[in-house]
């Protein structure tokens, strides 16, 4: 049913699916004028519907011929349609050399060792060699070395549009129009295109600036989402205390939120296309430089999408901004961009295509389990037991043509040349590998000796690097401690040189993951409702727990809306309801204690005493004196959950 409504809703558009249509066109294949005969050569992998197609045309008198590479009298090893015959080429034995099988770490290594063959060549590399690769996971790493060591190389699969400044750009903008929350529109507003934008829209905002607000925003005030975040109004704790990085990045926000809400109102094609125009006003591109060409390119793709769109949307119909852009870049992100091959360039290519490599020596990276042969695992729709009924590719399919065309790259070359294949033992982040299982397609006299030298030792400059700092930091000219205080010196006791990092050179550890209050800020919300609780003299004079209890939540609902908006994420709720809690146990001694006498005469007391030559600052909580006894007692307040007797 749900294919049928699916079919009837682009019939209604005057459009059809591309499956069907395909399916269509093989049952009944339409020829050029004048074809009378059709050659395959060296296809051993056809799929269903060509093979379709190509069976109606030879019924209607077109001659089909077949031509693959084989050993002479190996006619039965291939089926009618010159594909592999698993049952002849399972356990077919591969004219496999030890000495051309090359174990390596990971990725980074077989790149570099592929990079130190290609170097022994010198001038003549670019006519003696090819390379390929089974795993695309090795690319990367091969384009990495390669660079280094100053060979051209190419890449005819292309640069995935999806890897590109614009579709990034656009998939950040989409996170944000399907979900406005705070870290979706921090992430957008962290991009380059996003700042051109704001340049166009208000020229005082400056990116570094911007970042350090934004990050300022998320450490003091976990705003949930964008629209919490331009609400958020700001008061300074401290006289020292600076609001201008974050007043704008909610400045940034707010235009942002402007736009997003225009960008829905309008179609994609016009929204999108003027928030484009604004990002890119004045930018400058220029056709000699690779990245702005491919950029102008990935334009011209993108407005064709977007045209496309337009078309086959009804004039009529509800237009959703969201799901459409997530259209358009799912078909997008699937394209590639070309650019123009050198002359002289060492050719990155695929498994497949290494068929067609005439290069006499050929080197072959990735050769592990699970890329060759191409295994698929626990299909849920479609396994393996019927897979071969419905005509489609099995895994044994797959075995028997990779093991075929390891022979063809072989053979092919003869003792003019040769081939040789890179094995890694685990991926770059110590995923285990195992070679391909068509390397140990050999005589059973010879495997105990293949098996020793795939799982041989590596040579030490090939093993797991052991850990070093990244870099090394220096602190520069080293200040002058001026002044302790108690928190300090316990700090100086745990570890003089973080001591230094913290106390002295303001250095900090900062969690960009915050969901809710750490241990600190929860501590200071409390303090902060405590303090406003000694300065108020009519309450604090009060001993009614019910009187203190209700000033004591009035702070607090205060303080959290001042610090994270009138509608705060749910984790802060949660801690404020704890806080709440705490603080009626508070109201209740506090009413307690006032009761026996306890007046509070001061609080945050700041303090400042020479010790030994060291001054030593801090601050008191609270200074209370009994107006009975004129006893005097200081309190330093705790908020960890398990309390501790003073010392």
């Not at 499956?19 to 049952?27: L, S, T």
């Not at 990085?245 to 235009?255: D, G, K, Q, V």
Request: charged share 30%; glycine share 6%; proline share 6%.
């Amino acid at each position: 049913k749900l294919e049928s409504v699916y079919r009837a809703s682009l019939a209604e558009v005057g459009l059809r699916d591309a499956h069907d249509a395909k399916r269509e066109a093989a049952a009944k294949p339409v020829l050029p004028d004048g074809i009378r005969r059709i050659v395959l050569l060296g296809i051993t992998d056809l799929s269903p519907l060509v093979q379709t197609a190509l069976g109606q045309a030879a019924g209607q008198g077109v001659g089909v011929e077949l031509v693959v590479f084989g050993p002479d009298g190996g006619e039965a090893l291939f089926d009618d349609w010159g594909r592999p015959a698993p049952e002849h080429w399972a356990k077919r034995e591969l004219p496999l050399a030890n000495d051309r099988l090359h174990p390596s770490l990971d990725e980074r290594s077989q790149a570099r060792d592929v990079a130190n063959w290609l170097k022994r060549y010198k001038k003549n590399v670019y006519q003696t060699v090819g390379v390929g690769t089974a795993d695309p996971n090795v690319v990367p790493h091969l384009e990495r070395a390669f660079r280094d060591a100053h060979i051209r190389q190419f890449d005819p699969t292309g640069q995935p549009i999806r890897r590109t400044s614009l579709h990034a750009f656009l998939q950040s903008l989409l996170a944000v129009l399907q979900s406005p929350t705070f870290a979706n529109a921090d992430a957008l507003l962290r991009l380059p295109d996003t700042w051109s934008w704001l340049k166009e829209q208000d020229e005082s905002i400056d990116p570094t600036a911007l970042q350090r607000g934004l990050d300022e925003l998320r450490l003091k005030h976990i705003p949930a989402d964008l629209a919490a975040a331009t609400r958020l109004e700001f008061v300074p704790q401290r006289e020292d205390e600076k609001i201008g990085y974050r007043i704008m990045a909610r400045s940034a926000l707010r235009l942002l939120q402007r736009a997003l809400e225009q960008l829905a109102r309008e179609p994609l094609s016009v929204g999108l296309t003027g928030f484009l125009q604004t990002a890119l006003a004045n930018r400058e591109f220029h056709s000699a430089d690779n990245s702005d060409e491919s950029y102008v390119e990935v334009v011209a793709k993108l407005n064709e999408r977007l045209a496309k769109l337009e078309a086959a949307v009804p004039a009529k119909a509800k237009r959703h901004a969201a799901q459409e852009l997530a259209l358009v870049l799912d078909d997008l992100g699937r394209g590639a961009l070309f650019p123009e091959r050198p002359a002289d360039t060492i050719d990155l290519q695929g498994w497949l295509e290494l068929a067609w490599e005439d290069a006499p020596h050929l080197i072959v990276a990735g050769a592990n389990e699970g890329v060759l042969p191409e295994t698929i695992h626990g299909d849920r729709f479609l396994p393996e037991s019927i897979r071969a009924p419905l005509g489609l590719r099995s895994n044994e399919d797959r075995f028997a043509r990779d093991a075929w065309l390891l022979e063809l790259l072989i053979r092919s070359r003869g003792d003019d040349g040769q081939v040789d294949f890179f094995v890694g033992r685990q991926r770059h982040n110590g995923d285990p590998l195992k070679p391909s299982r068509l390397l140990f397609r050999c005589p059973d006299s010879q495997l105990a000796e293949r098996v020793e030298h795939l799982f041989d030792d590596l040579t030490l400059g090939e093993q797991p690097p052991a850990w070093t700092a990244a870099w090394q930091l220096k602190t520069g000219s080293t200040k002058r401690v001026e002044h302790l205080s108690p928190t300090s010196i316990r700090a100086y006791l745990a570890c003089p040189y973080r001591f230094y990092l913290r106390h002295v050179q303001g250095m900090e550890s900062q969690d960009f993951e915050l969901r809710e209050q750490d241990a600190r800020g929860f501590g200071s919300l409390v303090h902060r409702v405590m303090e406003a609780f000694g300065r108020d003299e009519a309450t604090r004079n009060s001993i009614s727990s019910d009187t203190i209890y209700k000033f004591l939540v009035a702070e607090l609902k205060q303080a959290v809306e001042e610090e994270f908006g009138s509608e705060p994420p749910l984790p802060l709720r949660v801690q404020q309801q704890i806080i709440e809690r705490r603080l009626h146990h508070v109201a209740i001694a506090q009413a307690q204690e006032r009761a026996a006498g306890w007046e509070i005469i001061d609080v945050e007391r700041k303090f400042e005493k020479t010790l030994d030559g060291m001054t030593i600052r801090g601050t008191i909580d609270r200074v209370e004196k009994n107006t009975e006894t004129g006893s005097v007692r200081v309190l330093d307040y705790k908020t960890s959950s398990k309390a501790k007797k003073p010392s």
